[in-house]
C-alpha cells in the first residue's frame, strides 16, 4: 500500500536533538502550509501546520541548517505519532528534506 508525502511549507519551529537508546538522534520540527488546491473542479484555501520528525544523521544534519521562516521540500511518509498514541494523530516522517529559495517557494504563501 502506498503512503507518500511531498509537502511545501515554511519551518515554523526546530525542537532540540534527542537520541534513541539506540543512538540514532531524531529531531521534530513544524512546517506551515498555505497554498490553493483544487478539489471538486473549484478552489480551495488550505493551512495547516505539520509536525514531521528527521531521524538519523543526515536529516539531522539537514535540520541544524534550517531556520525558522526557510522554505522547504519535505519528503517522506505518515505514521501515528508515537507507538501509545492514537491512531488519528499523524506525524510526517522525513525521508529528505530540500531548501527552496524564496523565489523558487512561490505557491508557498506566508501567512
Known sequence: MR?????DGIVLRIGETRYSPAG???VHFVVRHEGTHEEAGLPRRVRFQALVVAIGEAL??????????QPVR???FLDRQ???????????HACSIERLDRQDATNIERG
Open 82 to 92: 508515537g507507538y501509545r498514541s492514537e491512531a488519528t494523530r499523524l506525524v510526517v
Open 24 to 26: 540514532v538522534p531524531r
Open 60 to 69: 539531522v544534519g539537514m535540520i541544524g541548517r534550517l531556520v525558522p521562516d
Open 74 to 76: 519535505i519528503r517522506g
Open 3 to 7: 503512503n507518500e508525502v511531498v509537502l
